[in-house]
């Protein structure tokens, strides 16, 4: 996502941010009008930056737990923002390594909202829930044989609308460790939550709709074949199954709704990615001797634009920035590559979320004001 103007200051943030570091106004994020508004001069009413007052107030989860920066709406029903309206269960806090892991998975989460909001795809609660029309709600939970004797009994999943997941997936040193022992290239916080929430979506536009269930089957597969034994299957191979230009991952290739739900989360990356670069105006120029097709100009909206621009943006984007990061002595950003076959399923999403996108969803992507 773009970074975010102090409207105080125009002192540019980060998304987390509460304090403005340039002013030091209270700043707090507006979904309604995907920007900050500001306290500042014992002011109480939360304004813009044109001076104009709102009638908002802090997510509850700020007033009581300090977790969110998230404002509400004072006449919505809820004292919950946007993205915490959804929690369902958040972790024991009594234990003195939970709060500062939950703020890391409560940073996350916001960040996936902020882009579901950003497609306009149904965002239902569970209280909203209907025939044909899943809420969508998290567990957090701690899990102290995970946590004591490093055996999981809480997996990280989703079903029914619910995403779980297991607490230690905070901490960066068990995380890892994971990583490493299910030979993955890529598994962060965020990526967790594009993938659970990408069946969800499967669940919420697809299951029930049969002319849409044949059009995904066509693209990813038939999803009747048995799942657990797809997964059995994946997990006790005898190293003979391989990873093709077919599949977004590894994990892909074991059954058709993982391969929906990885590709959905490609999106979600390449969305974001996107989004970020055209916020600071990013651009790439092809060298001397290279084709002018490396070239990117993020002059499109990346929210509404269709898949192969997309593909053909990220392909030398992050290239670039997988660079950039092996300058510093970090793994890649994106340890993936496009090829047609993958880009032929990012193309069923993309239609996917533009058929679902609700018409009060806030698709521009203003540009950052410059310092």
Not at 15 to 32: H, K, N, S
Not at 131 to 160: C, N, S, W
Request: charged share 20%.
């Amino acid at each position: 996502m773009r970074a975010y103007s102090c409207p105080n200051c125009r002192r540019l943030n980060h998304f987390e941010v509460r304090i403005c570091p340039g002013c030091q106004a209270t700043l707090g994020y507006d979904a309604d009008t995907d920007g900050f508004r500001f306290l500042a001069d014992n002011a109480t009413a939360w304004r813009d930056a044109d001076g104009n007052a709102a009638a908002v107030v802090v997510c509850a989860n700020n007033n009581t737990f300090q977790i969110c920066n998230w404002l509400v709406e004072t006449d919505c029903g809820t004292a919950m923002c946007k993205a915490c309206r959804h929690n369902q269960t958040i972790p024991d806090l009594s234990e003195p390594s939970v709060p500062l892991r939950w703020a890391k998975i409560e940073a996350a989460k916001r960040r996936l909202i902020h882009t579901l909001l950003k497609l306009g795809l149904p965002l239902e609660t569970k209280a909203q829930e209907a025939p044909g029309r899943q809420g969508l709600a998290f567990d957090f939970l701690y899990d102290a044989a995970a946590e004591q004797a490093g055996k999981l009994q809480i997996y990280t999943g989703h079903d029914g609308g619910v995403i779980t997941l297991n607490l230690i997936e905070a901490d960066d040193a068990e995380r890892e460790r994971m990583r490493n022992t299910m030979g993955e290239p890529y598994r962060t916080l965020l990526g967790h939550f594009r993938h659970e929430v990408g069946h969800h979506y499967w669940s919420r536009l697809i299951e029930h709709d049969e002319v849409e269930l044949q059009a995904c089957r066509a693209v990813f597969g038939d999803d009747r074949i048995d799942y657990q034994r797809a997964l059995h299957a994946h997990y006790n191979h005898n190293g003979t199954k391989v990873w093709t230009d077919d599949f977004v991952s590894f994990y892909a290739t074991s059954h058709p709704w993982e391969d929906f739900a990885e590709t959905f989360a490609h999106y979600l990356h390449i969305v974001d990615v996107l989004a970020t670069a055209g916020g600071f105006d990013l651009s790439l120029a092809a060298l001397p001797g290279q084709d002018a097709e490396l070239e990117v100009e993020l002059d499109f909206n990346p929210y509404t634009a269709d898949t192969r621009a997309l593909a053909q943006a990220m392909g030398p984007l992050s290239f670039a920035m997988n660079a950039i990061n092996r300058s510093m002595g970090q793994p890649d950003l994106y340890p993936f590559h496009l090829p047609d076959a993958i880009v032929a399923k990012l193309d069923y999403i993309h239609n996917l979320v533009a058929k679902s996108r609700q018409p009060a969803a806030v698709a521009d992507v203003p540009q950052a004001i410059a310092t």
